[in-house]
């Protein structure tokens, strides 16, 4: 057995071409008026068509009597004249005349030759219209032609016409009989008509009825009432009674039951799905239940962590600034590590802190006019040393433009990210911090900071702002940061109303951007405050109140060191009764919030504004809950955290300083 070769030209898989989708079908009306069309128009054609054929055929039938009738006579009265005629027998043709008429059939009749005779029977018609005329010559019969005296020759009787009969009809009973005639044939077609009108409109209504069940029940489960039901039977559709097989069964009834099937399992289907929704949704809220309470503890637990950490932390900042002035060359390398160590403990309870107080919403941004010029101549002053190190070229390109935002949470934002660019770009490479008009919306300034180190792979953008998540430092080596710059950005843009994208690729560099709106041009700017030179702190009156002596001893140290006049109270109601003696002068109180026992540090500052209201109350805490975090701001009290910088204690004793000194 031989395998057959495809012709050439051919190919022996032939694939088919796909299937075209199927032109839509426009459908206008409704059934019931549909099938109405359908059933009446080739009944009425029908009936019209053999209702026309009946009366055309009973109107020339009539018409045909009607003539053959006159005509008849005609020819009856030319028979009977033919003689008379011929002999010129006048009374005779009378009579022939008059005869006709007693017959009722013709209302006048005339019999006339060329020799001028003529003779008339009847009234004569007023109007011409109701008459019918049938004329029939008059010849001579045929038994003259057999006279044995005719002259061989002579002319055969029968052939010319010796004279001409005439005879008139009355039309009117023979058009009453045609109208007659006519409305019967109407009345037939319009009873056909009506017969077939009302079995189609019956049969239309037995159609369209059980459909409309259906396509009610159809509407009602497409609207989620699946305990619709068709309710349709055998009976609805005018048929004999349901047969035992399926296949005898009425279409309709077989659609309506298959409806009704559907109808339910998608109940069934509705009752079982909302089961498991109604089981998934206890498990999820179990989950978010069990969710809040493992972040209220956690919350917790931060908090009371970060304040038990500030604690001995504090006192360990201000002990170590302390040694460092006197620390010998050999203890130095020492005190600089330990200082370091400290500073990077510190660096990251600052960062719970911002990310606690961005959660507790207790930040409001003030809105001013900024220059993008004079924020990026910051950021260059801030990061140019950096730069520098890392052999990284820093290029600022502002465009003269400038934004309506918080100065400061704007410079915390593209300062965290100039950072970040200097830490991850190569050496000799670029960071381009730019700004132009938006293009989707003039009124947008687009702020991007662009580098072209090794970039993030798409499996790592959606993740960069969450907290403590680092690309490249698994190893956590704590002067690469803590990763939780990028967190504390996310939520300072969203309080901004903008957001931080991302556009990066693996060996492509990265770009990181935000929208601000831009200012009005007509738009004041605030103006910066001018920065505060330090000065000696001789003889600056502080009060500090703390319930750890480790703290009250390292603090009364370091002030003593900057030449301040110390004193040191363990508990609140010392220090209010200190401070109301009304003999002692106090320029600053320095309150732990939380001290022993009941005493609470809020108390301290509000009784000190009112005792002493020019010294400077700082409320120093190492509490970063929201609840805290609220009741400090609603409070309006300046806060320092702990652990407090030395250098940004300084500061604020210099400020308090400078507002006590005589103009």
């Avoid at 010849?139 to 005439?166: K, N, Y």
């Avoid at 079995?199 to 009825?209: D, E, N, P, Q, W």
């Avoid at 009834?253 to 298959?258: E, F, G, P, W």
């Avoid at 180190?453 to 403590?468: D, L, N, T």
Wanted: aromatic share 4%; with cysteine.
């Amino acid at each position: 057995m031989s395998d057959k070769l495809p012709p050439e030209g051919t190919r022996a898989d032939i694939t088919s071409p796909p299937p075209q989708p199927a032109p839509k079908l426009m459908v206008r009306g409704n059934l019931q008026r549909d099938l109405f069309r359908l059933g009446v128009v080739p009944c009425a054609a029908v009936a019209l068509a053999l209702t026309g054929w009946f009366t055309h055929s009973r109107l020339q039938t009539l018409e045909a009597a009607f003539d053959a009738e006159g005509q008849a006579v005609a020819r009856q009265v030319a028979a009977m004249s033919d003689l008379s005629l011929y002999a010129g027998d006048l009374p005779a043709l009378q009579n022939v005349a008059n005869a006709a008429l007693r017959g009722g059939q013709v209302m006048r009749v005339e019999i006339s030759n060329s020799a001028g005779v003529f003779v008339t029977a009847g009234p004569k018609a007023s109007s011409l219209a109701q008459l019918r005329m049938f004329t029939s010559p008059v010849t001579l019969r045929e038994a003259s032609r057999a006279s044995a005296f005719a002259p061989a020759g002579s002319t055969a009787a029968g052939e010319t016409p010796i004279g001409l009969v005439q005879t008139f009809r009355d039309t009117t009973a023979y058009a009453r009989e045609r109208s007659r005639s006519l409305m019967a044939g109407i009345g037939i077609a319009l009873v056909a008509l009506l017969a077939a009108w009302a079995s189609v409109r019956h049969m239309a209504r037995t159609v369209a009825r059980p459909l409309r069940r259906v396509s009610r029940t159809v509407a009602a489960l497409e609207a989620g009432h699946f305990e619709a039901r068709c309710d349709v039977v055998e009976g609805d559709s005018h048929h004999a009674p349901p047969a035992a097989g399926r296949g005898d069964s009425h279409e309709l009834a077989v659609l309506a039951r298959d409806i009704d099937r559907l109808a339910e399992r998608l109940q069934s289907n509705r009752r079982i799905s909302e089961e498991r929704v109604r089981e998934a949704t206890a498990v999820a809220l179990q989950r978010m239940a069990e969710a809040e309470q493992a972040a209220l503890s956690r919350a917790r637990f931060l908090a009371a962590a970060s304040h038990d950490l500030r604690q001995p932390l504090h006192a360990m900042g201000l002990f170590i600034d302390g040694l460092l002035p006197g620390a010998s060359p050999a203890q130095r390398p020492a005190v600089l590590r330990l200082q370091e160590s400290t500073e990077f403990m510190g660096v990251l309870l600052d960062d719970l802190l911002e990310i606690s107080r961005l959660d507790a919403q207790v930040l409001t941004p003030t809105i001013t006019k900024v220059p993008l010029a004079a924020l990026f101549d910051q950021l260059d002053a801030q990061h140019a040393a950096t730069a520098s190190e890392t052999r990284v070229r820093l290029r600022w390109s502002d465009h003269g433009l400038a934004v309506r935002s918080d100065a400061a949470l704007l410079q915390r934002i593209v300062g965290n990210l100039v950072a970040n660019a200097l830490r991850h770009a190569p050496s000799g490479g670029t960071v381009l911090v730019a700004a132009r008009r938006s293009r989707k919306d003039g009124d947008n300034v687009r702020i991007e900071v662009r580098d072209n180190g090794v970039g993030i792979a798409p499996i790592h953008q959606g993740r960069i702002f969450e907290e403590f998540y680092q690309v490249a430092n698994t190893e956590r080596d704590r002067r690469r940061g803590f990763g939780l710059g990028l967190a504390i950005c996310a939520r300072i843009a969203a309080l901004l109303g903008t957001r931080i994208t991302v556009r990066s690729a693996l060996q492509a560099g990265s770009t990181f951007a935000l929208t601000v709106p831009a200012a009005r041009a007509d738009e004041a700017t605030t103006p910066e405050p001018a920065p505060v030179a330090l000065t000696p702190l001789a003889g600056l009156h502080c009060m500090v109140i703390d319930d750890d002596p480790v703290i009250l001893d390292g603090s009364r140290a370091l002030l003593e060191q900057w030449g301040c006049e110390v004193e040191c109270v363990s508990t609140g109601a010392e220090a209010i009764a200190r401070l109301g003696t009304g003999d002692l002068h106090f320029d600053a109180v320095l309150c732990d919030l939380q001290l022993a026992g009941d005493d609470d540090g809020m108390d301290v500052i509000t009784a000190a504004k009112r005792l002493q209201p020019d010294a400077l109350a700082v409320l120093v805490s190492g509490a970063t809950g929201p609840e805290v975090l609220q009741r400090l701001r609603h409070g309006g009290v300046t806060l320092l955290t702990k652990p407090v910088a030395p250098a940004k204690l300084r500061a604020l004793l210099t400020t308090r300083r400078h507002a006590a000194a005589p103009a």
